[in-house]
């Protein structure tokens, strides 16, 4: 039950957070860049399955051993080591590869995955700590 209580709030601060940074923060970068290339809907499935995923991957290797040390803190530096490195390997595969690709993404979107994945395990971990209190 734990787990799943870890997942929801994770998954809904992380979700919460991308919607907000990603329209003000990185589409407008994409925009001026590969703007040509950004799909018109946004394709909700694939979007939902890396979430989903993604936040499983967050707690297997951040949360639930931050979870069971009881430090919130570490979640955040474990999370925002994570997020550099999973949104690192999509922005500097795209630099390697994409003609149009650019400096301005690379380095906005790593910085934002880090910040995101840091501050939702971080969060999850510390309101799961709040609200269930270790057996004693």
Known sequence: MQTLLLYAITAAIFLGLDMLGLRFLIRPVFER??????????????????????VVGVLVFV?????????????????????????????????????DWSWEQVITDCLWGAALTGVAAWAGVAATLALVPKAG
């Open 63 to 99: 949360s639930l051993p931050a979870l069971r040390e009881g430090a919130a803190v570490q979640a955040l530096w474990m999370g925002a080591l994570l997020g550099l490195m999973c949104y690192g390997t999509y922005e500097m595969t795209n630099f390697a590869t994409l003609a």
């Open 33 to 54: 860049h590969v703007g040509h290339l950004l799909a018109e809907p946004l394709r909700l499935g694939p979007a939902a399955g890396f979430y989903l995923a993604y």
